[in-house]
């Protein structure tokens, strides 16, 4: 059989083009920001992880231009041989003293370090607890592990302590959550996990790629958010988002990040950070604990657009982030759903399956500590009246 036949059996996103309904890959031609133009008109952005409003900060732009110039456009190398620069390990210094961890180190990507840490931590004779929302990420990273995959119901903890209490108690484990959930904006039960950790032995890892800048009163995360930031082994986080570059970072105790530094496939093999990426969430993190207050103001955007749309009856999942989605329900629907709001001036992002469950699919809208009432009320209003006009299913089919 050829290899490609797949490739040309699949037509679902031809079917979506031809109907003019395809949501996706539309092009950017100005900074990451609250306002972007895109494919020449103006859009209103909610559909981006730019939390804290840090893309377009003119000293953030300066650090990465200012890296450029003076180390050149990458660093030719991995880190283990020679591709470690100063400004890789002054990150990682002010980023533990941030987190009051011990000890980071930084990988190019969010998804890669996901990958290098649980594929360094955890072998064929560990356990991995996996919640089942959790980034498609940590899914890829239990399977390049060959630790056993066990997968426990969305932020059940009577479901992980049975499956925690069955498990073998000879093996090593580790529990691995989301902090901020990606597509429904919830909360992981830390308190219970930690509790959990304790009383069956395991490790406790979250991924706060959604949490850094965004929970706790300095937005060091959700552990911070619950009181609990010694508590958790290993924390991951990344600088797509609030830190507004690329890359990630794993924080832990010394012994346990330098076993991955030393383990870890993706870290050992993969080209290191770029200067400009680097210098630019360097001057991110200092900004976010030099202003605080961002992380207030996006908790109080997120809370007006909420209420926002409570009072216009939208339903949406509830949450205590700046991630809200929207209820669409079927594929189609939310698809055109999301090109109807583009071409009335607001971006946002569908959530179909497989990263929802069938019949609960979502429009997900994202704030930033920089978004304005008036742009706010002005995504609401245009929400409202898409919902109001959104074709059924039927209509569409």
């Known amino acids: 059989m050829d290899l490609f036949k797949k490739c040309y059996n699949y037509d679902t996103a031809k079917k979506a083009r031809e109907g003019g309904y395809y949501p996706y890959f539309h092009e950017l031609t100005t900074k990451q920001d609250i306002v972007v133009e895109m494919e020449g008109h103006e859009v209103i952005m909610i559909g981006s992880n730019n939390y804290l409003g840090l893309t377009s900060h003119p000293e953030v732009i300066a650090a990465s231009l200012e890296a450029t110039k003076k180390y050149g456009t990458g660093v030719s190398g991995s880190r283990f041989l020679n591709g470690t620069l100063d400004l890789h390990i002054e990150l990682e210094r002010e980023l533990a003293s941030f987190l009051n961890k011990e000890d980071v ?8 370090s996901n990958l290098g840490i649980i594929s360094a931590i955890a072998g064929r004779n560990d356990i991995i607890f996996c919640d089942k929302e959790n ?12 630790a056993q995959l066990v997968r426990y119901e969305h932020n059940d903890m009577e479901d992980l302590e049975r499956k925690l209490a069955e498990a073998d108690p000879n093996k090593g484990k580790l529990i691995v959550t989301d902090g901020v959930f990606s597509m429904g904006g919830d909360i992981c039960e830390l308190p219970k996990l930690v ?38 082994d290993i924390i991951m986080g990344t600088f797509s988002k609030s830190l507004a570059s690329l890359g990630g970072y794993v924080a832990s105790e010394k012994d346990v990040v330098d076993y991955i530094r030393h383990h870890s496939r993706p870290y050992i093999f993969c080209a290191a950070i770029a200067p400009a990426n680097t210098a ?26 909420r209420e926002g749309l409570r009072k216009r009856g939208i339903q949406f999942r509830e949450s205590e982030t700046p991630i809200i989605p929207i209820y669409t329900y079927t594929p189609i629907r939310t698809m055109v759903a999301c090109n109807m709001l583009f071409k009335e001036g607001v971006y946002v992002n569908p959530v179909l399956p497989p990263a929802t469950p069938v019949g609960e699919c979502l429009i997900r809208t994202s704030y ?21 006009n959104l074709p059924s299913e039927e209509e569409l089919v």
Do not use: C, W
């Not at 990420?137 to 239990?142: L, V």
């Not at 930033?368 to 109001?388: G, P, Q, S």
């Open 105 to 112: 180190t930084i990988f190019s990507t969010g998804f890669q």
């Open 135 to 146: 980034h498609a990420s940590i899914y890829d990273a239990a399977r390049l592990s060959y």
């Open 195 to 232: 509790e959990l950790k304790k009383k069956y032995g395991a490790r406790l890892m979250v991924d706060d790629a959604h949490g850094l800048g965004v929970m706790g009163p300095n937005g060091r995360g959700t552990a911070e958010h619950f009181g609990l930031e010694k508590e958790v």
């Open 280 to 305: 630019a969430a360097l001057q991110a993190l200092r900004i976010l604990k030099r202003e605080p207050e961002r992380v207030a103001n996006l908790r109080q955007n997120a809370n007006y657009m």
């Open 368 to 388: 930033t500590a920089t978004h304005t009432k008036e742009l706010i009320d002005k995504a609401i209003d245009k929400i409202a009246l898409v919902l109001e």
